[in-house]
């Protein structure tokens, strides 16, 4: 509904030639809800690897690094995507995009590799499950972010 | 044996990159034409696009970390 309102502004904003200016709101608006969630999930690598503690040494970073393999890239694509110049000409946006995509996706794969070759002993169920546990829970918080999306 | 586990690890990568790629593209080709059929939408097919392209990947990033633990860890 709130979205909905939103189109509503940004085809009325084109029609007074303040389309720019509803499209930025709008931008900064996303990438603080994206942030929020970044932070929400960031709280919930903290609270899991305290927990693992109590298990052992190793579970608890392993879990850490789990956490870690999914924020980094994931923060890395949200603010190369959302923030800096905003852009308002469709092929732009859409080569901004994926060049983040792109550069998320060889993020991931050098952390993996990086932390597969130097971190010994390692839980790989601890460290999967996190990451796995995240990325869920990443498609939860962002269906629930937007009402819209979810008639689409 | 170990023949067998780069033949995994080299599926496991090609399948997940395959399927990265042709979900994203799809959604930019989409993208792309709900731009060209209402520009004035531009902003919220944008947000739209971000939030799913965000969601297509997971899969296959699941699969290339295990990949790599099979290849460095195995």
């Known amino acids: 509904m709130e979205n909905h309102e939103e189109s509503r502004q940004v085809v009325h904003g084109t029609v007074h030639g303040v389309r720019s200016t509803s499209a930025d709101k709008q931008n900064k608006r996303l990438a603080l809800q994206f942030f929020r969630i970044l932070f929400i999930q960031t709280a919930m690598v903290s609270l899991l690897s305290i927990l693992g503690l109590l298990n052992s040494l190793v579970t608890a970073y392993s879990i850490l690094l789990g956490g870690m393999l999914y924020l980094l890239p994931n923060i890395y694509f949200t603010a190369r995507a959302l923030l800096g110049k905003q852009l308002h000409e469709p092929k732009q946006i859409l080569a901004r995009i994926y060049v983040s995509e792109l550069g998320k996706m060889l993020l991931a794969v050098a952390l993996f590799s990086v932390t597969f070759m130097l971190v010994h002993p390692l839980s790989p169920f601890s460290l999967f499950g996190t990451y796995i546990l995240l990325q869920i829970s990443g498609w939860y918080l962002q269906f629930g972010l937007n009402n819209r999306f979810q008639k689409l | ?74």
């Not at chain 2, 990568?13 to 209402?38: D, I, T």
């Not at chain 2, 947000?47 to 699969?63: E, K, R, T």
Request: hydrophobic residues 65%.
């Open chain 2, 1 to 74: 044996m170990a023949e067998l586990l780069f033949v995994a690890v080299a599926l496991l990568l090609g399948l997940s990159a395959l399927a990265g790629a042709l979900g994203v593209s799809l959604l930019g080709g989409k993208f792309l034409e709900g731009a060209a059929r209402q520009p004035e939408l531009v902003p919220l097919l944008r947000s739209q696009f971000f939030i799913v392209v965000g969601l297509v990947d997971a899969i296959p990033m699941i699969g290339v970390g295990m990949a790599l633990y099979m290849l460095f860890a195995g």
